[in-house]
């Protein structure tokens, strides 16, 4: 097939539904193949975006520089590709993510996947990035594990094959995982049961941005986290988090309408943060995006892990009852989070392969 990658034109300044310039018809068709490729990839209605929050991840929030191609199949828009390269630190890394759209026969989607990788690697190449990191459809189990031993994909996969091709190692598969809340009828029980047992911490919880007084906590908190989650032998750097960083981050993941909640775990002794989990609230459907958790080594072995979930979930139904579900993304290899998750009630429904390349210069 005959196929036109060219560079997307840069987002409209203000997103309206009577634009019929070609920047907003392009994003609105950017849009509609973004929430078809999450659906075949994580199940129907799982991960979808407004216009508005959809534009807002496409928007660089500092800390990263974000480049956007689309594939045209005529007046027809077939594929997408995003390249983030972060900016403060894995400065020698970028992020390649190609997406395609579903109603592509067989060999048009083999040619787009091959075309859109190989113009990743390329631009990976233009901006002195010799480590890409690639997603794709994964598995539990197939004919290529990953490196952790957990997790696989299928070589023969349109989306896997032209990664394989490029000498990609798979590194890690992450497993998507659902909770219902409304099959959950034990939560304040539970919930209840685990303030008993982390009776030495007390709970903290706020909507939006950290609270001055908790900021250098959560600091601290983003950078374990950058360190104690399992990244497998992907090169990515422990990170560095100052109060400018925080607020960015923060603030893109509010982007387009959406609502970030966060609780903490605070030593009543020390007044120390141990632990933080949290929620990306959307501003429409019924799914809730799992962020976030961790516990510190330190305030390890309290249960503090699963009482914040529970704790989030439960405070999911008081504050945005009509988000009913809740999904995650959690390294197969990570099996005490794995635990705490399925203990939570979640349950697997999809699987999301990691690669990595080095020295592609």
């Not at 896997?160 to 490029?166: F, G, N, S």
């Not at 598969?173 to 008993?196: F, I, N, P, Q, T």
């Not at 960015?248 to 309408?257: D, I, K, L, V």
């Amino acid at each position: 097939m005959h196929l036109d990658i060219r560079p997307a034109s840069p987002l409209p300044d203000h997103l309206r539904s009577d634009d019929d310039s070609p920047a907003a018809i392009e994003l609105r068709l950017a849009h509609a193949l973004n929430d078809a490729s999450n659906a075949e990839r994580y199940g129907a209605g799982l991960y979808t975006n407004t216009l508005e929050e959809f534009a807002a991840l496409l928007e660089p929030d500092g800390t990263e520089r974000i480049d956007r191609w689309h594939a045209w199949q005529g007046d027809r828009l077939v594929g997408a590709l995003t390249v983030y390269a972060t900016l403060l630190d894995s400065t020698d890394v970028a992020a390649i993510e190609a997406q395609l759209s579903p109603g592509l026969a067989a060999a048009e989607r083999a040619e787009a996947a091959d075309a859109l990788v190989a113009l990743g690697v390329e631009q990976a190449g233009a901006l002195g990035r010799p480590t890409i990191v690639a997603s794709s459809p994964g598995a539990r189990s197939g004919p290529v594990t990953a490196r952790t031993g957990h997790g696989a994909a299928d070589p023969t996969h349109p989306e896997v094959a032209p990664l394989v091709a490029r000498g990609f190692a798979l590194e890690q598969v992450y497993r998507v995982s659902v909770a219902h809340l409304g099959r959950l009828d034990d939560l304040d029980e539970r919930r209840a049961a685990g303030l008993a047992r982390a009776a030495g911490y007390e709970l903290v919880r706020w909507v939006g941005e950290t609270p001055a007084e908790h900021r250098p906590g959560m600091r601290m908190l983003h950078e374990r986290m950058s360190v104690d989650a399992p990244v497998a032998g992907l090169a990515w750097e422990a990170e560095t988090w100052d109060d400018a960083r925080l607020a960015a981050f923060e603030q893109s993941r509010q982007g387009g309408g959406r609502t970030l909640v966060t609780v903490v775990a605070r030593d009543r002794a020390t007044g120390e943060l141990a632990g933080f989990s949290s929620l990306i609230l959307p501003t429409t459907g019924d799914v809730a995006r799992q962020h976030d958790t961790l516990v510190t080594t330190a305030h390890r072995g309290h249960g503090l892990g699963m009482l914040l979930k529970l704790d989030n979930m439960v405070r999911l139904r008081e504050l945005r009852p009509e988000l009913t579900r809740i999904a995650t993304w959690n390294a197969e290899e990570n099996r005490p989070m794995l635990a705490v998750n399925e203990a939570c009630g979640f349950e697997p429904v999809a699987y999301e392969a990691q690669w990595q390349r080095k020295d592609a210069r």
